[in-house]
């Protein structure tokens, strides 16, 4: 693999920066081993906790298709696109005795390759607090190379857990904090892109010491009602939850969210994901600023590991720095954040008649008056 996709991020060397996201691909050591035969630059492991797992009594996950007539559905019709994924499972259903030691078998056959083990816990009291030590010093100890925290699963009902701590920035700093002091690796947290102003829960992480923010875990949704049964598309005995939207639909939505993380701590370390399928998807990604891009719903669509994925960013990263070189780019490094500052408030944008307007302020611009 060519030195010049490498990067460094948080301090770690990487081979190249595309990372699988923590999910199905992730979910054991054969997949993880397999994704790095891909040639997957690192790895993030599906989220390991301390609470027993169990998920509901019927699929985990499934892909909504945009149809060529307008309609959209989970059924697959000839000429669908992929809008979307819907999953409502939960983090690993594998106990940490279960992890620890594939941990370092992983790492004895792929020094070279960065392997990051989610993890989450509870914040409603110390014990859920240490529980967070727990796991990170059990991971550290097995040779993982950095930590993702999940603040950001968003079906966890417990509200001191997942996208619920992810909504409360000085929660967010207490457990970062709580986990900094034990790491010897880097901490990134991981945020739920379902709040008002992520800057905030960004701010949070950043005070309580995280040494990178990765952006966005799937947005809150609910599956389409079949018109024809009345039935929610994905259900068990009638019933949905909230679960999350991954995969194409989201892309726009979590560029907006990371523009708006990169431009506020220009300095910081942002690791991007949602929607990623090609390289000039995550490019995007880096434009705006991120050293690192995730990826999640593709892989899961490609033999479960994404082998076509991986090769597709590889061939566009080279090729993207061949085509570049008259400009000295040698690597991402050289245009990581070229578009970060070009994402401006709307009344940056220019108006034909731009000397006649006043930036949204005057009385004259807005509603006329009902007595005009
Ligand atoms: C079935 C499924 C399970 C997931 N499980 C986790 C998880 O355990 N921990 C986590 O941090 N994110 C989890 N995610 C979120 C993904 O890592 C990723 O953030 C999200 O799917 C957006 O990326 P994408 O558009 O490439 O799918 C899961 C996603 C899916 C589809």
Redesign the pocket.
């Known amino acids: 693999m060519a030195d010049r996709l490498a990067v460094t991020f948080t301090g770690l060397r990487f081979p190249n920066p595309f990372l699988l ?4 691909p992730t979910e054991s050591d054969a997949n993880i081993m397999r994704a790095f035969d891909a040639g997957w630059g690192g790895v993030v492991t ?2 390991i906790g301390l609470h027993p797992v169990v998920n509901v009594d019927g699929p ?2 499934k892909f909504l298709r945009a149809h060529p007539d307008g309609q959209m559905s989970m059924k697959k019709r000839d000429g669908s696109a992929l809008h979307s ?1 819907w ?1 409502w ?1 939960l ?2 259903d594998k106990a940490l005795d279960w992890w620890v030691p594939r941990i370092s078998k992983i790492k004895k056959a792929y020094p070279d390759r960065i392997l990051v083990a ?1 993890i989450m816990a509870g914040s409603g009291s110390d014990r859920e607090l240490e529980h967070w030590q727990t796991l990170a010093k059990a991971c550290q100890d097995e040779g993982a190379d950095a930590f993702e925290l ?1 603040l ?2 968003p079906h966890m009902d417990r509200k001191d857990m997942g996208s619920n701590i992810g909504k409360d920035q000085e929660q967010i700093s207490i457990v970062t904090q709580v986990v900094k002091d034990v790491a010897r690796v880097p901490v990134w947290a ?1 945020l739920t892109p379902s709040t008002t102003d992520i800057v905030v829960e960004a701010r949070g992480a950043f005070l309580g010491g995280a040494d990178a923010i990765v952006s ?3 947005f809150p949704s609910i599956p389409l009602i079949d018109p024809e049964s009345l039935e929610f598309e994905m259900n068990v005995d009638g019933l949905v939850s909230s679960g ?1 939207l ?2 194409p639909a ?1 892309l726009p939505q979590s560029l907006a969210k990371m523009a708006q993380m990169t431009q506020a701590f220009p300095d910081g370390a942002f690791s991007g ?4 399928s090609n390289f000039g998807q995550a490019l995007s990604y880096v434009l705006l600023g991120c050293g690192t891009v995730q ?4 892989a ?1 669509l490609d033999h479960a590991i994404g082998p076509n994925i991986i090769k597709g960013l590889l061939q566009g990263l080279e090729e993207f720095l061949d085509r570049h070189a008259d400009k000295g780019w040698k690597a991402l490094e050289d245009f990581r954040g070229l578009r970060r500052d070009r994402v401006v408030t709307h009344s940056h944008i220019r108006r034909p008649a731009a000397k006649d307007y006043h930036g949204g302020h005057e009385a004259a611009e807005g509603y006329a008056s009902s007595r005009a």
């Not at 996201?21 to 199905?24: H, K, L, M, R, V």
């Not at 990826?295 to 593709?298: H, I, L, P």
Request: proline share 3%.
């Open positions: 996201s923590s999910a199905p599906k989220t985990k996950t994924s999953n499972e983090i690993s989610s999940n950001s699963c991981k966005s875990n799937t999350g991954g995969g989201i994901i949602g929607g990623v990826v999640c719903t593709a899961m």
